[in-house]
């Protein structure tokens, strides 16, 4: 990030140390990913967290973490689930005749218990902040929690798809089903168990095309963007807390 939107970063978590009874707490701030299938949340993800830790130096520091993958393996930590749940737990929903036989096998917990579980984790993990939570409805789930920034990644399917091959060291031919059916399966998940529509660009504060853009510069944006978010509540708490 630029040199003085880094200052302003650290100058608003450093406040938090400065609080008093008279002053609320500051809610460390956190990102929501939304993404298409091979648009670069991971890659995008990681440098966000990259540039948001060069501007976090204190002491304690404020590391930033990514939950992607590994998501599905916290939500089972917090839960006391067996590891080997984590195979039916793939942003989809399975088809209730199928998932009613893997539940009276006692193979796993019931979707909607998942469901429960996934929330709850995505919200804790939200409101301790310096978090970036990619996939998993986390834009839905944290809608109504005001310190958090929803982003939305977007590209050319022919992008996505050269993205997804090389990412994953397949062939085109993979990758264009693969993508297409990851992208009908995450809608099909969040629209399922949420209600919402992730193709819609109102649920976001920013929709970005990463095709256009490209990762560093996305990354970028993103850094910026909640750099003015941070200050646009902190003017807005001390306008409240002057009068």
């Known amino acids: 990030m630029r040199k003085n939107s880094a200052d302003i970063f650290w100058r608003y978590l450093s406040a938090q140390s400065l609080l008093t ?7 460390k701030p956190a990102i929501t ?14 440098l966000v967290a990259e540039k948001l830790d060069a501007t976090c130096q204190g002491d304690p520091p404020c590391p930033w973490s990514v939950f992607d993958r590994n998501l599905a393996a916290r939500i089972l930590e917090d839960h006391s689930l067996s590891a080997k749940i984590e195979q039916f737990m793939p942003e989809d929903a399975k088809l209730p005749l199928t998932e009613t036989l893997e539940v009276l096998l006692g193979l796993h917990p019931t979707s909607w218990t998942l469901k429960e579980d996934a929330k709850e984790t995505i919200r804790k993990l939200a409101e301790k902040g310096n978090v970036i939570l990619v996939g998993r409805g986390g834009a839905a789930i944290t809608s109504p929690l005001p ?65 256009r853009t490209g990762f560093a510069a996305a990354a970028q944006i993103i850094a910026e963007a909640l750099v003015e978010q941070m ?13």
């Open 21 to 27: 009874p008279e002053r609320p707490i500051i809610l």
């Open 33 to 46: 990913i939304s993404r298409q299938t091979g648009a670069g949340a991971l890659t995008v993800a990681n």
């Open 147 to 211: 310190h958090i920034l929803h982003i939305r990644l977007v590209a050319p399917f022919s992008f996505r798809v050269r993205h997804f091959a090389d990412f994953h060291q397949i062939t085109a031919e993979k990758a264009t089903k693969q993508v297409r059916e990851t992208d009908e399966a995450r809608h099909h998940y969040v629209q399922r168990f949420f209600g919402a529509d992730v193709d819609d660009p109102l649920q976001y504060h920013l929709v970005i095309n990463t095709g």
């Open 231 to 243: 200050m646009r509540e902190r003017q807005q708490r001390e306008t409240v807390h002057s009068r």
